[in-house]
């Protein structure tokens, strides 16, 4: 073989090595805590995502019984809460499913809450929401 067709064999076979690879992703850190709606437990399952808006990170954990764990790319993290009801609606004379949000927006799509993610933990977060 000649040095080019080497060489060439030689580039495709890093970019293999590096696309099967990928981009290294970020340590995650070990996360749990508690929703409480109106002072108690979320009774309802629902989701808790940790985003980084500018990255577009996002880690999800489902919430059951009012607790949720998982794990969380380390920083301050914008924090959304759902809960999900699935319903039978008339729509134009056709039924159809529509899915409603039990959490207000301000926890969710218009968000204040937040959480720093730390190496070091312990990332334990108690989250207190209210319907009204």
């Known amino acids: ?3 080019t067709v080497k060489l060439l064999l030689t580039i ?3 970019l293999s090595v590096a696309c099967q690879n990928g981009p290294a992703q970020p340590k995650k850190h070990a996360v749990s805590g508690t929703v409480t709606l109106d002072g108690k437990p979320l009774s309802e399952t629902g989701m808790i995502y940790f985003k980084t808006i500018a990255t577009g990170d996002i880690d999800a954990m489902e919430i059951k019984d009012g607790k949720f764990s998982g794990s969380a790319i380390p920083g301050e993290r914008r924090v959304e809460i759902v809960v ?3 319903t ?3 729509l134009n004379g056709m039924k159809g499913e529509v899915k409603e949000n039990l959490i207000p927006p301000r926890y969710n799509s218009e968000t204040t809450l937040t959480a720093k993610v730390t190496p070091e933990g312990p990332n334990q977060f ?3 929401l209210t319907s009204k």
């Open 1 to 3: 073989m000649n040095r």
């Open 12 to 14: 495709l076979v890093c």
């Open 84 to 86: 999900y009801r699935v």
């Open 88 to 90: 039978m609606q008339d």
């Open 126 to 128: 108690s989250f207190e």
